[in-house]
T-cell receptor
Framework: GEDVEQSLFLSVREGDSSVINCTYTDSSSTYLYWYKQEPGAGLQLLTYIFSNMDMKQDQRLTVLLNKKDKHLSLRIADTQTGDSAIYFCAESNNGQNFVFGPGTRLSVLP | GAVVSQHPSWVICKSGTSVKIECRSLDFQATTMFWYRQFPKQSLMLMATSNEGSKATYEQGVEKDKFLINHASLTLSTLTVTSAHPEDSSFYIC???????????FGAGTRLSVL
């Protein structure tokens, strides 16, 4: 079946850029998403990208998609302590059935 | 916009009792809602997909008689954990998908602790 992989941990210093990587196996993925989860909370949609795009920027967030390599990344510029959370990558081929990665725990050090 | 409210946020119950969790889309209509379970430090596990006015579709291994789902309107889905046992203790999260949009918006989750 489809699989989504992410590295589990990332630590960065406050003010630096964070890059969270994700790979997926489903070549028919049409939609790719990044969600943020803070402790004890639900998931907050950060951004999403269609498979016919290779980049999307939204303020401090930049999403890059390499469809050939099935690789998605999320770059957070000027990372702040409030960005500490778990970031989930998800893919869908129909916009209904989502496959989530294991989540990357981002720790921002002062 | 696109707010999903989940209630209660935390519930503690005795073993053998039933617990109902509500998921509401506050500012949009959702033909489809999803129920997930999340174990500590793990990703989300899809339990079932709930479509308004029809029976929910359960994922393999999820007991439909144990986890009753009702989606009576375009803004409300409920999950009832029947005869809860300690192994049902978990974080349950719902999401809702607006009509004709390929996005899921998530509730804040419900922490269920069964004693």
């Amino acid at each position: 079946g489809e699989d989504v992989e992410q590295s589990l941990f990332l630590s960065v210093r406050e003010g630096d850029s964070s890059v969270i990587n994700c790979t997926y196996t489903d070549s028919s993925s049409t939609y790719l998403y990044w969600y943020k989860q803070e402790p004890g909370a639900g998931l907050q949609l950060l951004t999403y990208i269609f498979s016919n795009m290779d980049m999307k920027q939204d303020q401090r967030l930049t999403v890059l998609l390499n469809k050939k390599d099935k690789h998605l990344s999320l770059r957070i510029a000027d990372t702040q302590t409030g960005d500490s959370a778990i970031y989930f990558c998800a893919e869908s081929n129909n916009g209904q059935n989502f496959v989530f990665g294991p989540g990357t725990r981002l720790s921002v050090l002062p | 916009g696109a707010v999903v409210s989940q209630h209660p946020s935390w519930v503690i119950c005795k073993s053998g009792t039933s617990v109902k969790i509500e998921c509401r889309s506050l500012d949009f209509q959702a033909t489809t809602m999803f129920w997930y379970r999340q174990f500590p430090k793990q990703s989300l596990m899809l339990m079932a997909t709930s479509n308004e006015g029809s029976k929910a579709t359960y994922e393999q291994g999820v007991e439909k008689d144990k986890f009753l789902i009702n989606h009576a309107s375009l803004t409300l889905s409920t999950l009832t954990v029947t005869s809860a046992h300690p192994e049902d203790s978990s974080f349950y999260i719902c999401s809702a998908s607006p009509l004709a949009k390929n996005i899921q918006y998530f509730g804040a989750g419900t922490r269920l602790s069964v004693l």
